[in-house]
């Protein structure tokens, strides 16, 4: 910041004897605020006596001198680094008392520099939820702005959005649009403001009506019925959808008019969900081939709507004498094993092998499954990212796992991972506090648990030796304990 300079007088005059009104020249400009602010501090006004308005309210109390000058020339202003920040985006709020809210802290802020760690300050806590409100109005606006073609004169293509933001981000915004949208001409429509681009360069423009901007063009057919193939009800949450997509918004996309009859529609199929699962309950097979093709066409939970496969267990199909009787039963199919139809072919079924060999454990004579039948997981971009199944999701295959142990009859089950251990235990267990010892299933048999080989292959250093250590060691009572069984 520089030191005060007669340039500001013209802008701060006096509201009473010895106090000032500073008419602010935009109405989220951060640099003017900080050049006047600055001067204030220097010339030791304190807050009662200083009035921020926003630009063209006028100065109701007439016109007056600058502050005298500071009491030592040169005299640094105090701010750290998070105020600044978090004024650049609470100075785009609404909010009309934001200017003289900045202005208190800033003046607050050099006898306590700390000052913004006490988050029991009722300003500091007022700066944080203005900003808060500034950046989920920028990224509403990211997202729901839609564009719609219109041809301006000579024939070319113009695409024109219109937005109301509760706030004045359109400045704040503009760059991620240009970046965005940088090879077509674009223009955005607010009651704040406008911006125009023409593929080289960025003007703004004076505020708009929602009739200046086109009610829509042909290729909004097409989105909708994007929209609709890939909405997803089985991952559909309205609570969570209304917070995230107001209705407010709804008017100016497209697509919003088709989620009433989509959330209809997906209610209706949860049903039928619930209808097919009491069917399931009572026609659990009674063989493995049975039991895989009945998961093949389960859809008793989300993950099975998604676009996937069911992948069964396989293995040792029963303990006999001269087998070790062990069932391992890992959380669910990732990306490979979905694509393989097989358990345990990825990085994470290779590291197993790997460990079980060490051990002494000969994998052609376990019966190697998952808690899980279906691969759950979200798309992005042309990836499937692994998603962890809900504690319901799990309680609903153990339908499938239960059937598993009943015929297999492992005289030990190692669990790999939380989501396995809650699959045979029904409840959710600490790892940490359950490995490395014996737990008594219902009907009898030894439950063994650790950890997923997956979270040892995103470990790196000193934890991953630690948690490599810890593995081996459960693997290895697991392994003992097996010789006893059989001896």
Not at 116 to 141: G, N, S, T, Y
Not at 233 to 254: D, F, I, Q, T
Request: hydrophobic share 40%.
């Amino acid at each position: 910041m520089n030191a005060r300079s007669s340039m500001v007088s013209a802008n701060i005059g006096t509201i009473r004897p010895g106090g000032f009104v500073v008419t602010m020249a935009e109405p989220a400009d951060f640099e003017f605020w900080r050049d006047r602010a600055r001067a204030l501090v220097q010339g030791d006004v304190p807050p009662e006596r200083v009035a921020f308005v926003e630009p063209g309210s006028g100065n109701l109390f007439g016109g007056g001198d600058f502050p005298p000058d500071p009491q030592s020339e040169g005299e640094i202003v105090r701010a750290s680094r998070q105020f600044v920040e978090l004024a650049k985006s609470a100075i785009c709020h609404s909010d009309a008392g934001r200017f003289d809210l900045l202005y208190r802290l800033l003046w607050r802020m050099q006898a306590n520099a700390r000052l913004l760690e006490d988050r029991a300050d009722p300003e500091v806590r007022k700066l944080d939820e203005l900003a808060k409100a500034v950046r989920r109005d920028i990224h509403k606006m990211r997202a729901f702005v839609r564009f719609r073609e219109v041809e301006e004169a000579g024939g070319e293509p113009r695409y024109v959005a219109w937005f109301e933001p509760e706030h004045h981000i359109l400045r704040a915004n503009a760059g991620f649009f240009v970046r965005r949208f940088a090879s077509m001409k674009w223009s955005i429509l607010t009651p704040r403001g406008s911006l125009h681009w023409d593929g080289e360069a960025l003007a703004e423009g004076p505020p708009a009506q929602r009739s200046d901007a086109p009610a829509g063009d042909p290729a909004e057919e097409l989105w909708r019925k994007y929209y609709a193939s890939i909405f997803n009800p089985a991952r559909l949450k309205v609570g969570a959808m209304l917070k995230e997509m107001p209705r407010r918004y709804w008017k100016n996309m497209p697509e919003a008019a088709l989620i009433p009859e989509l959330v209809a529609g997906a209610q209706a199929r949860e049903a039928a969900m619930v209808e097919t699962g009491k069917a399931h309950d009572e026609e659990r097979p009674h063989s493995l081939s049975g039991i895989e093709k009945a998961i093949h066409v389960c859809r008793r939970c989300p993950i099975g709507f998604l676009e996937n496969q069911a992948v069964m267990g396989e293995g040792l199909k029963s303990a006999q004498k001269d087998s070790i009787g062990l069932m391992v039963v890992g959380e669910q199919p990732g990306d490979q094993e979905d694509l393989a139809g097989k358990p345990f072919v990825g990085p994470a079924g290779q590291l197993l092998d790997r460990y079980l060999v060490e051990a002494g454990i000969d994998r052609r004579q376990v019966y190697v499954t998952n808690a899980v039948k279906h691969f759950k997981f979200v798309w992005r971009g042309k990836r499937r990212l692994h998603q962890s199944p809900t504690a319901k999701e799990i309680d609903i295959c153990r339908f499938w796992l239960e059937g598993e142990l009943a015929i297999v009859k492992p005289k030990v089950v190692l669990a790999l991972g939380a989501s396995a251990a809650r699959g045979m235990l029904g409840k959710t267990v600490s790892i940490s506090k359950a490995r490395g010892q014996a737990h008594a299933l219902p009907d009898g048999r030894e439950l063994w648990i650790t950890a997923h080989p997956s979270y040892l292959l995103r470990l790196q250093d000193e934890p991953k030796r630690e948690q490599e250590r810890l593995f081996r060691a459960d693997l290895a009572a697991v392994a003992e304990r097996l010789a006893e069984l059989a001896g």
